[in-house]
């Protein structure tokens, strides 16, 4: 058994709460770390920089605890793990995965989302 660590990588990247709504646009998680997407809230700002050091630093607490999966928001911009906003702000989901899901990933962190963990012993 282990022990459970809290981060939101969100408010980690430097973003307030309550913050607008911000999605994925020109892409997933996976295209914002290799630049070919960018994260921006409804009215345009772009808070890429903010996503990419909030999973930066998910990714560090990850590592320093050990972890080997992490539960993460569905469809979140940030944590989504099996589907992410479009980016038109239509509320219509896509494959893929957010930016804090990718670099965890990326880094052999299995991700899911807080709907699979009903179901994490078959997962895990």
């Known amino acids: ?17 309550p913050r607008p709504p911000a999605e ?4 997933d998680g996976d ?21 990419i050091g909030g999973a930066e630093r998910a990714l560090r ?5 050990g972890a080997t999966f992490a539960v993460l928001k ?6 989504g793990a099996s589907g992410v906003y479009d980016g038109t702000f239509s509320r219509t989901l896509t494959d893929g ?3 804090t899901a990718a670099l ?9 989302t807080e709907e699979e963990l009903r179901t994490a012993d078959r997962l895990l």
């Not at 994925?24 to 892409?27: A, M, T």
């Not at 290799?34 to 903010?50: L, Q």
């Not at 569905?74 to 944590?79: L, Q, V």
């Open 97 to 99: 995965e957010g930016v």
């Open 74 to 79: 569905a469809k979140s911009p940030s944590c």
């Open 31 to 51: 295209d914002v770390l290799d630049g070919r997407a960018r994260v921006v809230t409804r009215d345009g700002t772009d808070v890429t920089e903010a996503y």
């Open 24 to 27: 994925i646009v020109g892409g």
């Open 61 to 65: 607490t990850a590592v320093r605890a």
């Open 1 to 17: 058994s282990g022990r459970a660590v809290l981060a939101c990588p969100e408010v980690d990247g430097g973003l307030g709460t």
């Open 104 to 112: 965890l990933r990326r880094n052999g962190i299995r991700v899911i």
